[in-house]
T-cell receptor, first 116, second 113 residues
Framework: AQKITQTQPGMFVQEKEAVTLDCTYDTSDPSYGLFWYKQPSSGEMIFLIYQGSYDQQNATEGRYSLNFQKARKSANLVISASQLGDSAMYFCAMRPLAGNNRKLIWGLGTSLAVNP | DGGITQSPKYLFRKEGQNVTLSCEQNLNHDAMYWYRQDPGQGLRLIYYSQIVNDFQKGDIAEGYSVSREKKESFPLTVTSAQKNPTAFYLC????????????FGPGTRLTVT
């Protein structure tokens, strides 16, 4: 069965420091995509970064990077130089890239608090 | 500006009443989705539509109904048959069959008393 596990319910980080949010996944699909979303207190889901299972390089988007370790089935999000505005819930998600069932599978999220 | 709009932001209803949540997008996306989010939980898929006049049940479709008469619109009706309707509802859209991201609206918080 497909599953996303985020083991950190809550994390704290000092402003300007880097933080890693963990995500492990379980799937039998040969090709899949991994996503990270940010949900601030306003509620809207904001797409941050995408990693395809066959991508050779780790994805990066500005201060966000994805530490993709395929053999370990992990897709950790690294936020560099944390800002106060990074305080939010962060969700990891996965979907197969082939077949009829391409629904997104979501983790339970990690709450990040950035301290000034 | 392109995006997804959901209205209203907050909605209150009495138990036993049906209520319809609006979702409109001007991104020219073929696929649209409805999710439900409860406190401390991830998102759960209610319904999705890959094309106009076609939609499929997600993981928790019971007590909900949808229509997709226009590409831009995907309204969700929460019926009186839904046993626990109080939740945060998020609408999303994506390019059809794309492996890439879904774009989300701001959500509607529904409270049923």
């Amino acid at each position: 069965a497909q599953k996303i596990t985020q083991t950190q319910p809550g994390m704290f980080v000092q402003e300007k420091e880097a933080v890693t949010l963990d995500c492990t996944y379980d799937t039998s699909d040969p090709s899949y995509g991994l996503f990270w979303y940010k949900q601030p207190s306003s509620g809207e889901m904001i797409f941050l970064i995408y990693q395809g299972s066959y991508d050779q390089q780790n994805a990066t988007e500005g201060r966000y990077s994805l530490n993709f370790q395929k053999a370990r089935k992990s897709a950790n999000l690294v936020i560099s130089a944390s800002q106060l505005g990074d305080s939010a819930m962060y969700f990891c998600a996965m979907r197969p890239l082939a077949g009829n069932n391409r629904k997104l599978i979501w983790g339970l999220g990690t709450s990040l608090a950035v301290n000034p | 500006d392109g995006g997804i709009t959901q209205s209203p932001k907050y909605l209150f209803r009495k138990e036993g009443q049906n209520v319809t949540l609006s979702c409109e997008q001007n991104l020219n996306h073929d696929a649209m989705y409805w999710y439900r989010q409860d406190p401390g939980q991830g998102l759960r898929l209610i319904y999705y539509s890959q094309i106009v006049n076609d939609f499929q049940k997600g993981d928790i479709a019971e007590g909900y109904s949808v229509s997709r008469e226009k590409k831009e619109s995907f309204p969700l009706t929460v019926t009186s048959a839904q046993k626990n309707p109080t939740a945060f509802y998020l609408c999303a859209s994506s390019i059809r069959d794309s492996p890439y991201e879904q774009y989300f609206g701001p959500g509607t918080r529904l409270t049923v008393t």
